[in-house]
């Protein structure tokens, strides 16, 4: 089988060391890659460093090799453009169709889908030449992730730190996954809210009523839709995973808490999924010390109180012309109880998982069925969770663009 070929651009930025951790995973994982920094780049690291990494000889000019047109040759050839760290002056060059260096060339010849990974100052992010940079390029097609919050050159924190390369590198194999097969970025200029992990109800400062939700499903779901373009708010809790690249993520402990996130979140979206496990119910009285055991005597009795209804909240409230989407976790009569909370909830769309001990919380793989208010009906095949999330974007970005249900 013929190798993914990939070309990794590096802007001249001091995140270009990290570009490094991410061209060992695209190689390691099989893919052909063709290295090409921008002068500045070569800087930071230096030319050998990407050839004896890539295998590949490594050029920022169009005058080198050029019997081999190599400005016009390598985007042709590529599956997959992304440039990491891409920084301000990459993203304008880009924008304004530019091509004073190898690649500038290579991004207006390239055919393929382009990823933009973006490290820079947060005053340079934030500044309106750049987000009307981005926003060329996003109308365009091309996936420009947005940047992580944390450590920046110097002292400085905030918005602009390139993402973690395995995160980069999950979302630009999620784009080569689906090249071909819709277009990259078809959720793009659409804000998704995605619920993830489990909520937990304390019981006292040691103690919680809880689930076995791990948040790998809807991590997944926030990962797959970053890679389609979409901007995504992902709340998330009591998870113990690796924020997705481009996703804001919301930290959140109980019920209570989530339901405000949600609700907040939920006020411009186009989409909101909510995939964590919420409790149903809550300690109606939370002790302020360890609960201690004494000897003799039985515990007192926890008396519990409902959780609102989040999703049916939801569904109430959502903006016109906008997709409510829940799960449920049956153990039997999956299908049929499935139906019956979709009535109940009054949303779009339900995700229905039969689950137990060794299905679906924590595993890596899952299938579903995808069942719709107006009767429609979709079996979801057993594969990664990733993929399983593909196949519920691709329902809803079909709902957000008012096509008929396939057979309809």
């Not at 947060?122 to 030449?129: F, G, I, L, V």
Request: aromatic share 4%; proline share 6%; hydrophobic share 45%.
């Amino acid at each position: 089988m013929e190798r993914p070929r990939v070309v990794l651009g590096v802007g001249g930025g001091i995140a270009a060391y990290k570009a490094c951790e991410l061209l060992r995973q695209f190689t390691e994982s099989g893919h052909e890659v063709r290295v090409v920094p921008t002068a500045s780049a070569l800087k930071f690291v230096g030319a050998p460093t990407w050839a004896a990494l890539s295998g590949a000889p490594v050029t920022t000019e169009v005058w080198q090799d050029v019997e081999e047109v190599p400005h016009v040759r390598i985007g042709r050839a590529a599956d997959l453009v992304v440039v990491a760290p891409a920084t301000a002056d990459v993203l304008a060059r880009a924008a304004g169709g530019r091509a004073d260096d190898l690649l500038t060339n290579v991004l207006l010849t390239a055919t393929c889908p382009v990823v933009f990974a973006p490290a820079m100052h947060t005053e340079m992010w934030e500044h309106p030449a750049t987000r009307e940079n981005v926003a060329t390029l996003r109308r365009r097609g091309c996936l420009v992730i947005e940047p992580a919050v944390g450590r920046l050159t110097g002292a400085d924190t905030g918005k602009g730190r390139l993402p973690d390369p395995d995160a980069i590198f999950a979302v630009c194999r999620r784009v080569l996954s689906r090249a071909g097969a819709a277009p990259a970025a078809d959720l793009a200029g659409r804000h998704v809210v995605v619920t993830a992990g489990g909520t937990r109800e304390p019981l006292d400062p040691v103690r919680f009523l809880g689930n076995r939700s791990s948040g790998k499903q809807g991590y997944a779901l926030a990962r797959t839709a970053v890679a389609r373009g979409a901007r995504v708010t992902l709340i998330a809790a009591n998870t113990a995973l690796p924020a997705p690249a481009g996703a804001e993520v919301v930290e959140v402990g109980t019920a209570l808490e989530l339901r405000a996130a949600a609700l907040e979140a939920a006020g411009d979206a186009d989409a909101v999924v909510m995939a964590a496990a919420v409790a149903d119910f809550r300690p109606a009285v939370r002790a302020d010390r360890k609960i201690k055991k004494r000897d003799g005597e039985d515990p007192e009795p926890v008396t519990l109180v409902r959780n609102p209804d989040i999703l049916a909240e939801l569904a109430a409230n959502r903006r016109r012309g906008s997709v409510v989407a829940g799960f449920a976790a049956e153990t039997d009569d999956v299908l049929a109880n499935g139906r019956a909370k979709l009535a109940r909830k009054g949303c779009d769309l339900l995700v229905v998982n039969r689950v137990g001990e060794a299905l679906v919380f924590g595993a890596e793989e899952n299938e579903a069925v995808v069942i719709e208010a107006e009767g429609g009906e979709t079996a979801v095949p057993r594969g990664t969770k990733d993929e399983v999330a593909d196949r519920i974007w691709d329902i809803v970005g079909r709902r957000l663009a008012g096509a008929p249900a396939p057979g309809a």
